[in-house]
């Protein structure tokens, strides 16, 4: 009799139940009908508090943020903020699919907090409001931007075999080749007697691009974007 009567009753979820599901299915497999049979619910369940599957991406993201040891809001403006960005790239690396949910628009409330957080700090710093927003929005751009893009590379990899060292920066020359008029060659044995030294470079320079550990190429555009916003936008202090 007892076990019946609680046969009848629709189990009860919590958000962060919800949430830490969201994370174990992944973005890239994420759907209702995974979610839902995770949890061992029934489809109207889940819809009291995700109505579509953006809601479920919200709740994974502000999880997952939630999880991250942010760096403290104080100090000289450039560390901090460059803390910043290297935690909110790893805090989407950690989470394969998670970026480019946040380049499509799906940003949770806990991100839009982030920003206005960061932004005050620069504030505190010295920034005009103008210029700290400014600032935020380039470095935080940066990081969703190049997360999104290792992703969609990484799609590359899986299907061309192990390492980034497969995929060839031919198809891109190539293109751009055939775009401005001019006869792409994809043969790499003979490269490099055939096309102009620039081209030779570029092409060499691309494959170092791609086959780079994201990280590294990461750092490398967030100190251009560092310096870029020391030159023109930053307070002139010492600090600087």
């Known amino acids: 009799m007892v076990e019946s009567a609680r046969r009848g009753r629709p189990p009860r979820i919590s958000r962060d139940d919800i949430a830490r599901t969201v994370l174990d299915v992944g973005f890239n497999e994420l759907t209702f009908a995974a ?12 819809y009291r508090h995700a109505p579509d599957r953006d809601a479920l991406v ?6 997952a943020l939630a999880d991250v040891a942010w760096p403290a809001l104080a100090g000289p403006w450039r560390p901090m903020l460059e803390s910043y960005a290297h935690a909110a790239w790893q805090a989407l690396a950690a989470h394969p699919g998670s970026a480019t949910e946040v380049a499509r628009g799906v940003v949770p409330a806990a991100m839009a907090a982030l920003f206005v957080d960061v932004s005050a700090a620069l504030m505190r710093a010295g920034f005009t409001a103008e210029h700290a927003v400014l600032s935020s929005d380039l470095v935080f751009d940066l990081v969703a ?19 980034r060292a497969r995929i060839s920066a031919d198809w891109f020359v190539d293109e751009a080749e055939s775009a401005s008029g001019t006869s792409g060659q994809s043969d790499t044995a003979s490269v490099s007697p055939r096309l ?4 030779a470079a570029l092409r060499e320079s691309v494959q170092a691009a791609i086959v780079s550990e994201p990280l590294a190429w990461f750092v490398a555009k967030l100190d251009v974007v560092l310096a870029g916003i020391t030159a023109t936008l930053a307070p002139q202090s010492a600090d600087t």
């Open 35 to 46: 979610v839902r049979d995770r949890l061992g619910v029934g489809e109207s369940t889940l």
């Open 196 to 199: 102009a030294p620039e081209r």
């Open 58 to 63: 919200r709740i994974g993201l502000e999880q």
């Open 145 to 163: 931007d190049n997360r999104r893009a290792t992703e969609h590379l990484d799609e590359l990899v899986s299907s061309a075999g192990p390492g």
